[in-house]
């Protein structure tokens, strides 16, 4: 079984609907991170979370919510969905002194 | 602010020829540095790290990377590229402020291995 688990893995969604991300992770570390890809923009970050009361924005977090259920979930969600939200979205794991462990993304459009 | 830099965004060589990617980083503290490669379709995986003691690391598949504290450089390379290097390459920081902390990503290099 995969580390961190996301889901769904692929999801075409219209504007102005809500959507939520979900991620896991079995690594039992404290911190999780929620990160966006785009063609030439690398990895942006969105929120990361250092504990279950710990949340913090991060350079993009305009249009974004997310939600630290548990240790182990750490939830993403796009209240209304725009199209420039369209994206690969990853989760990330890590620990004070590890590296980051990334699940598998998840492909979004919205149109 | 924190932030990673990229130089090289699309890089093209032959198998077999030497390679090196350019990373620099702005943050006054302490630092963890990492690469990270990402196959087309796939994830990220680890390449190589840095936290503390040499500055030159090695890491899987003959890459390795030179942590230069007095230029903020962490750049990448390799002797030999080969064809299944192919791929697009993340440099990230992970800079320190006491145990609170940010892992901060380039905008990523992409390698083109031709035969």
């Known amino acids: 079984d995969a580390d961190v688990t996301q889901t769904p893995r692929n999801r075409i969604t219209k504007t102005g609907k809500r959507i939520m991300l979900e991620c896991s992770q079995t690594?039992?570390?404290?911190?999780m991170y929620w990160y966006r890809q785009d063609p030439g923009l690398g990895l942006r970050l969105i929120y990361y979370?250092?504990?279950?009361?710990?949340?913090n924005k991060g350079e993009i977090s305009d249009g974004y919510s997310v939600s630290r259920q548990a240790q182990a979930k750490f939830s993403l969600s796009l209240e209304s969905a725009i199209p420039n939200q369209t994206a690969l979205y990853f989760c990330a794991t890590s620990d004070l002194n590890t590296e980051a462990f990334f699940g598998q993304g998840t492909r979004l459009t919205v149109v | 602010a924190q932030s990673v830099s990229q130089h090289n965004h699309h890089v093209i060589l032959s198998e077999a020829a030497s390679l090196e990617l350019g990373c620099n980083y702005s943050y006054g503290g302490t630092v963890n540095l990492f690469w990270y490669v990402q196959y087309p379709g796939q994830h990220l995986q680890l390449l190589l790290k840095y936290f503390s003691g040499d500055p030159l690391v090695k890491g899987i598949k003959g890459f390795e990377a030179e942590f230069i504290k007095s230029k903020f450089s962490f750049n990448l390379r390799k002797p030999s590229v080969q064809w299944s290097d192919t791929a697009e390459y993340f440099c990230?920081?992970?800079?320190?402020?006491?145990?609170?902390?940010?892992?901060?990503f380039g905008t990523g290099t992409r390698l083109q291995v031709t035969l």
């Open positions: 979370s250092f504990d279950v009361k710990d949340i």
């Open positions: 990230a920081v992970n800079g320190y402020t006491g145990t609170a902390s940010k892992l901060t």
């Open positions: 690594k039992g570390h404290d911190r």
